[in-house]
């Protein structure tokens, strides 16, 4: 009896214990999405820096998850604004491939493909597109996985392949994020 109230009452702790960031709060550009903390930062960003950063993104959230890949893309943008780049300087663009498709479906597309689930990432996917921030999609993926320009959320592009998309952003001047 008193093992099963331990483990119910860890069960129900579990997804606060899972949220929990303590120290980090929100950002100036996207307040819900991509929580940043306050650093000693000992590395300091010279005025005029430009920021050209390119996400790639493979993995797919868990049914009804936030994609990590995409929330630390919403935190890039934030932790620098704060830092005092101005956020026109802050360009992002994140490249979906393979399985992390899934997480640039529009609503009911990704509930008929995710046992009625809601898509985690849409909230997110959506503020960043309002935040000047590109989503592409690569085309052989989305031939593979039969998906249409249609099933993507609104404002999300497709590129020829995720491939030619980094080569393309890449000789733009962008840097790949290496996490």
Request: positive net charge.
């Amino acid at each position: 009896m008193i093992r099963a109230a331990l483990l119910t009452a860890l069960l129900l702790s579990a997804p606060a214990l899972a949220q929990s960031r303590e120290g980090f709060g929100p950002g100036p550009v996207l307040p819900d999405v991509g929580p940043i903390a306050p650093v000693a930062n000992e590395l300091s960003i010279p005025k005029g820096t430009r920021f050209k950063i390119a996400f790639d993104v493979s993995a797919k959230a868990a049914p009804g998850g936030l994609s990590r890949q995409i929330e630390t893309a919403a935190r890039t943008l934030n932790m620098h604004v704060a830092a005092g780049v101005p956020q026109k300087d802050v360009q992002i663009v994140v490249i979906v491939h393979g399985p992390g498709a899934m997480d640039l479906l529009k609503p009911e597309v990704y509930a008929a493909r995710n046992e009625g689930k809601a898509n985690g990432s849409l909230d997110a996917v959506k503020k960043l597109l309002g935040a000047g921030v590109e989503f592409y999609l690569c085309g052989q993926t989305a031939m593979g996985q039969k998906i249409t320009k249609a099933d993507l959320i609104p404002g999300v592009k497709m590129s020829l392949s995720a491939i030619t998309a980094h080569a393309l952003y890449q000789q733009r001047g962008y840097t790949l994020n290496p996490f």
